[in-house]
């Protein structure tokens, strides 16, 4: 039992903390299924033993709607997820509200993109 909770408490203090980047940038990935597109997180690239086996992969957080503390951890090649041009909190905002708050457009970053079109 003591395990399980030291592991619970140092996922909640990395996620909620508040110099913390769990999220790092916000993504299109497509879920659940071909051809659907949803906004993920990148949280990084996969660990243990699963990093041996996808070699080219990013670890993502794809949260529900409207309750994001809810979701699904996905690895997915690099090549198919694309970064959005939107901060981690303009893309939660736009989550939470079921696409009705959806974020500005903004003149293009020159920011390196994951995936080109």
């Known amino acids: 039992m003591k395990s399980i909770y030291y592991s619970v408490k140092q996922v909640s203090d990395t996620l909620f903390s508040s110099n913390g980047q769990a999220f790092r940038k916000a993504v299109l990935v ?10 993920a997180f ?8 699963a990093a041996r086996h996808l070699t080219d992969h990013v670890s993502v957080y794809v949260p529900t709607t409207p309750n994001p503390t809810s979701g ?7 090549s198919d997820a694309i970064e ?5 909190d303009e893309a939660l905002k736009y989550i939470v ?6 974020p500005h457009r903004r003149a293009p970053s ?8």
């Open 30 to 39: 497509q879920y659940p299924r071909a051809n659907s597109w949803t906004i």
């Open 42 to 49: 990148l949280t990084g690239q996969p660990g243990g033993d």
């Open 97 to 102: 509200s079921m696409g009705v708050v959806a």
């Open 84 to 88: 959005l041009d939107m901060s981690v």
């Open 110 to 117: 020159g920011g390196v993109a994951l995936q080109t079109h």
């Open 72 to 78: 699904f951890f996905l690895m997915v090649p690099r």
